[in-house]
């Protein structure tokens, strides 16, 4: 399993422990490092309280032999936790779904579904409220449903799902929504490219978020693994919905496996992205020429990954406000050091 660093989200309420004894439970079998974060709002709680939070969550992971840190950030919620996450390259981030869908979920904000749509890495979102949360054990899976389409991104989910299934010990099921003859062949090509033993192959017609929550409700899966794309950006509620409306209408953990949505060759003249390229994500940008220039994707100020900004052409830090030019260099700080251009061969 990938996962080395684990990240837990937590305001030490009694749902956030849920999420916190899950993180635990992947971090031990996955031999990962967890780490703890906690937000606060300095007019309202007091730095001292969050840090005894956190560092209680610490102490509770390390006394079941996790190797675990911990920090209290001021701020946002949501943004301290991905900006924690980012900056120590996080491989998961795990949170509570307390109040999904809601204005104010958690009691500093609306945590679950912010990351949900601008995670750095894999997000898991842990069923806290549900009846019973409490008594099970969380992240202990028994059957987990893989929502594929059979595009790159989906395969790509797919082999993050059927790893963590490997991880726990869990039956693997997937689910295809479309086309009952394309469905078919995805359903045949993903079982043999992740070599699943025997898995059941549901094909459904109709909505997809709504069939494949149907399917996870009916036959008693405890996780639905989908990948991210599409979950970011103007066009997530038009034509890429399915996770979004999945990590909202579930009745089960989900685990939005962050892959990447753009490929080099989708970058067309003028526009740039982060992509992934012989196994690391660079910032890509394409000349009008047609050539193509490569950067280090990490913010040279504390590491965050930078986003392209389509109106201005610039590389923009979404954790402390830096901002590059489309080569790298500084237009406006605190980073001080232009990004590092990266050595690309596109054959």
């Avoid at 990962?32 to 974060?37: C, D, N, P, S, T």
């Avoid at 549901?202 to 989908?226: N, T, W, Y």
């Amino acid at each position: 399993m990938a996962y080395r660093r684990i990240v837990v989200g937590t305001d030490g309420s009694s749902t956030a422990r849920i999420a916190e004894r899950a993180a635990a439970r992947l971090a031990a079998l996955a031999g990962a490092e967890l780490l703890v974060v906690t937000a606060y709002e300095p007019e309202t709680t007091p730095a001292s309280r969050a840090e005894e939070v956190v560092a209680a969550a610490a102490d509770r992971a390390r006394e079941a032999g996790l190797e675990a840190r911990a920090e209290a950030r001021a701020g946002d919620p949501s943004d301290a936790i991905m900006e924690f996450a980012d900056m120590n390259a996080a491989d998961l981030i795990v949170v509570g779904n307390v109040g999904m869908g809601q204005a104010r979920r958690f009691r500093l904000g609306g945590v679950p579904d912010r990351i949900s749509h601008y995670s750095p890495c894999d997000l898991l979102i842990v069923q806290t409220a549900a009846e019973g949360a409490a008594d099970r054990e969380p992240a202990s899976y028994g059957r987990i449903l893989i929502a594929t389409d059979g595009s790159a991104t989906a395969d790509e989910a797919s082999r993050r799902g059927s790893a963590l299934a490997s991880l726990v010990g869990a039956r693997v099921d997937l689910v295809f929504v479309g086309d009952p003859l394309v469905g078919q062949v995805v359903m045949s090509e993903t079982t043999d490219r992740l070599g699943l033993p025997d898995p059941v192959a549901f094909v459904r017609q109709g909505d997809p978020s709504r069939e494949i929550c149907a399917v996870a409700e009916r036959e008693g899966h405890d996780l639905v693994v989908v990948g991210n794309r599409g979950m970011a950006g103007a066009r997530r509620y038009v034509l890429d919905s399915v996770p979004n409306r999945v990590s909202h209408r579930a009745r089960c953990d989900v685990l939005i496996a962050k892959t990447v949505g753009r490929s080099i060759e989708e970058l067309g003249p003028g526009e740039g992205g982060v992509v992934l390229a012989a196994g690391r994500r660079v910032a890509a940008y394409r000349g009008e020429d047609g050539s193509l220039h490569a950067l280090s994707s990490r913010c040279t100020h504390m590491g965050c990954t930078v986003g392209w900004n389509d109106a201005e052409r610039t590389w923009d830090c979404p954790c402390h406000g830096s901002k590059y030019d489309r080569d790298g260099h500084v237009v406006r700080g605190p980073a001080e050091k232009d990004l590092s251009p990266v050595a690309l061969d596109e054959a």
